[in-house]
C-alpha cells in the first residue's frame, strides 16, 4: 500500500491518513497506544505493509469502509 496523504493528528493519541493499493484509496486510523512518534518517519508516497480492521462508518448518513491500523511497517 501506499500512503496518499501525510498522517494527520486529530487527537492526541489518533492519526488520520490515506492509502491506496492503486485501485483504492481508503481512510486509517491509527491509535498510538502511548507511543506519540510512532508515525513520524511515515510519509506521503511510501509503501508499507500494513494489518488492518475493517470497519464501516456512518457519517451524515453516508456509509463508508475506514482501516484501523493494528500494525504497521515501512517496505
Known sequence: LEI?????????????????DGNLTTEVFWSD???SEALAGFEKGMQIDLSYTAKIRVWDGMESLVLEVREIKPL
Not at 4 to 20: D, G, H, M, Y
Open 4 to 20: 496518499k496523504a501525510k498522517p494527520k493528528r486529530l487527537t492526541p493519541q489518533t492519526l488520520q491518513f490515506w492509502v491506496s
Open 33 to 35: 497506544r502511548g507511543d
